[in-house]
């Protein structure tokens, strides 16, 4: 498998603080890999080194082209799509607008895509985003990076405050888009999407990968489990 994404000895800072220590990762391209870790160890720094948001240095390579000292507008033409933990939909502007925002001519993910998976998008249109629920937001937010048409993407906790009816919807999303070959980096502190799509897992801990593997094999190293997940 060719890599859509190869991360070798990435460090990150906020300022002066030194957050990642070294990233080694790679991402095959059409996989899904799930990145897990407690609170504070890296895992939302690394996606926003990803999208050029953060002060690094180190080898971080997209289909062979040096992501480090890019800008994110560049970053994001390449083909990398990003939907933060915060969801950050324009509140104002409607659901619709919101779609219109993200899509690009010639697009293999078109807004009438979106409506196939997320038929509550449809039915709320019309609807300003600020007046979604959580989920809404959620869908929305996935949808609307998806209409950029990325060939990776970065999704940090797509589960977070979910209901199970909606997290299995955004789960069965992530499902197609594998099918059509995208690839993701899907961060999650408790694995429930990665397990429903059998991802592999990266572990991250002090700002470096603890962890690499099959899912399956994560289960049965309780030393991982131990020192660097808070998750059972």
């Given amino acids: 498998m060719s890599a859509a994404l190869r991360i070798d000895g990435l460090r990150a800072w906020y300022g002066a603080a030194q957050v990642l220590h070294g990233v080694n990762l790679c991402i095959g391209e059409g996989e899904v890999v799930a990145l897990a870790g407690r609170n504070g160890s890296g895992r939302s720094t690394l996606a926003k080194a990803i999208m050029g948001l953060v002060r690094c240095a180190g080898d971080m390579r997209y289909r062979d082209v040096q992501l480090v000292g890019t800008r994110p507008h560049r970053i994001a033409r390449l083909g990398i799509g990003y939907v933060p933990e915060t969801r950050d939909v324009f509140p104002a502007l409607t659901v619709r607008e919101n779609l219109l925002l993200g899509e690009r001519k010639g697009t293999r993910f078109s807004i ?17 985003a600020g007046a979604l629920s959580g989920g809404e937001q959620q869908m929305l ?7 950029g048409d990325p060939s990776l993407v970065v999704i940090d906790e797509p589960g977070e405050g979910l209901a199970p009816q909606v997290l299995a919807q955004v789960a069965a999303c992530l499902a197609a888009l594998r099918e059509r070959g995208v690839a993701m980096l899907l961060i999650e502190e408790r694995l429930t999407i990665a397990r429903m799509l059998d991802a592999r897992v990266a572990v991250m801990g002090h700002g470096a990968i603890q962890f690499d593997g099959a899912i399956a094999s994560l289960a049965r190293d309780e030393e991982v489990m131990r020192e660097w997940l808070s998750i059972g």
């Fill in 112 to 128: 009438r895509d979106a409506y196939r998976l997320f038929p509550v998008l449809e039915e709320r249109a019309s609807v300003k």
């Fill in 141 to 147: 937010a996935l949808a609307r990076t998806l209409t």
